[in-house]
C-alpha cells in the first residue's frame, strides 16, 4: 500500500517554509535596524581602540561599569588582556582605573572597570566641543601631578615596579571632578626590585615615544618619564605632539603657550613646569628625573604663589647643562599607533638643539 501527497499539500508545505523564512528574515533586520540606531544614536559604546572595545554597562546593584571587551581571538590581544588583568591586580591608587571584575569564561574576555565620566585627557586638549569645557592652568597643574602620583606609585610603591609603556593624553581620563585616572595596561611590565629594564619589541605612540627605547629596545622607567613629559607640554600648549606643516617657533615661552595658561597662570610657575618638562625630554634617560622628583617639584609649585606675569618679556626656559634652545617643533597631526617599528625622523613636541 503506497502513501499518495496530492500536489496541493505540497504546494501549501512550501507556501508554509517562505512564510516561516520571510518571518526570521523579518525579525532579524529588525534587529539589525535596533542595533544600527542604538550605534548611530550612541548607544552604551564609549570607545574602541585597537585591543578593545569599551562598552557602558550597569551591575545588579546599580553601579554603572565599563566593560572592555577583546575584538578578536587574536593571542596578541588576548595576552595583553590577561596582561592587564595581572598589572592592575597588583595596583590600589586614587589616580589608575581600578578593575573591577573579568569574564574568561567567554569565547574573548571582558574587563570591568569603575565608570570614569568625563572622556580623556586628550578631548579637553585637542577637541573643540562644547561638552568639553576649557582646562584652567589650576586644572591643568594638578591632573600633572595627579599623573605623576599614580607613575611614581608604579615605579616605587607598587609591590614590584611597573612601566606603564604607553603614557599618552589618551590614556589619562578625567572622572566627575576632573580628578585624573591613568588606564590601559595591556602592555605594561612587572620588574624585579633590582632590574633596571626590559628588553622587548618596540610599542608605543607616535609622538610619545622615547627614542632612547626605540634605539635599544631596552624600556626603563625613564621612559615613561619621557612620555609623561610629552603630556606635560600638551598641557602648556595645547598641541597634540607631533608636527608634520607647523614651522619652528621664535624662542619665546609665550608664542606657544595654549590660550587658557596665558590668561591665568604666572611666570615663575609656567617657567618651572616648562623646565621640568624640558628635563623629562631629555635625549639622555639618565638625564631625566624620575617620577617621585617629579612629584616633588610639581607639590613644590603648587603651594607657591606669585605675581600675575609680563609675557612680552617672557624668554624661552633655557637649561644650563643643554644649552640654549633653538627650535620648537609643535603638533599638528594625530599619534600614530605603532608596533614594532618607528621613524627616528620623527620630532618629538619638543625637539632641542645645543649653539
Not at 608636527?243 to 615663575?268: G, H, M, P, W, Y
Not at 617621585?292 to 624661552?316: T, W
Request: glycine share 6%.
Amino acid at each position: 500500500m503506497y502513501a499518495v501527497i496530492s500536489p496541493s499539500f505540497g504546494v501549501l508545505f512550501l507556501l508554509l517554509v517562505i512564510w516561516r523564512l520571510y518571518k526570521a528574515i523579518k525579525k532579524r533586520n529588525k534587529i539589525k535596524l535596533k542595533q544600527k540606531f542604538f550605534k548611530r544614536n550612541g548607544g552604551l559604546i564609549l570607545g574602541k581602540g585597537g585591543q578593545g572595545t569599551v562598552y557602558k554597562g550597569m551591575l545588579i546593584d546599580g553601579r554603572i561599569v565599563e566593560i572592555k571587551k577583546c575584538n578578536t581571538v587574536d593571542e596578541g590581544n588576548l595576552e595583553q588582556f590577561i596582561n592587564e588583568i595581572i598589572i592592575l591586580s597588583q595596583i590600589n591608587h586614587r589616580n589608575v582605573v581600578k578593575l573591577l571584575g573579568c569574564c574568561l569564561e567567554t569565547e574573548v574576555p571582558l574587563l570591568v572597570y569603575e565608570f570614569i565620566t568625563n572622556g580623556t585627557l586628550f578631548q579637553y586638549l585637542h577637541e573643540e566641543n562644547e561638552d568639553f569645557p576649557l582646562l584652567t592652568w589650576d586644572m591643568r597643574l594638578r591632573i600633572a601631578t595627579e599623573i605623576t602620583g599614580a607613575l611614581s606609585y608604579l615605579h616605587s610603591a607598587a609591590s614590584l615596579p611597573i612601566y606603564h609603556r604607553d603614557i599618552k593624553s589618551t590614556n589619562i581620563l578625567l572622572d566627575d571632578k576632573y580628578r585624573a585616572k591613568v588606564v590601559d595596561f595591556g602592555t605594561s611590565r612587572s620588574v624585579a626590585i633590582d632590574q633596571t629594564h626590559v628588553t622587548t619589541l618596540v610599542y608605543g605612540t607616535f609622538g610619545y615615544l622615547d627614542q632612547e627605547y626605540f634605539q635599544t629596545s631596552q624600556f626603563t622607567d625613564k621612559s615613561d618619564v619621557y612620555s609623561f613629559g610629552v603630556v606635560h607640554i600638551e598641557l602648556l600648549t595645547g598641541e597634540k605632539p607631533v608636527s608634520l606643516t607647523r614651522s619652528a617657533e621664535k624662542n619665546r615661552l609665550f608664542d606657544i603657550l595654549d590660550t587658557q595658561v596665558r590668561k591665568v597662570c604666572n611666570k615663575d610657575e609656567v617657567m618651572a613646569i616648562a623646565n621640568l618638562a624640558k628635563r623629562c625630554l631629555h635625549l639622555n634617560g639618565k638625564k631625566r628625573p624620575n617620577m617621585l622628583e617629579i612629584m616633588m617639584e610639581l607639590e613644590g609649585v603648587q603651594k607657591v604663589s606669585y605675581v600675575q606675569p609680563n609675557f612680552d618679556e617672557l624668554e624661552y626656559v633655557r637649561n644650563e647643562e643643554m644649552g640654549p634652545c633653538n627650535d620648537v617643533s609643535i603638533s599638528a597631526s594625530s599619534c600614530l599607533e605603532l608596533g614594532s617599528t618607528s621613524s627616528l625622523d620623527a620630532l618629538p613636541l619638543l625637539s632641542f638643539k645645543s649653539v
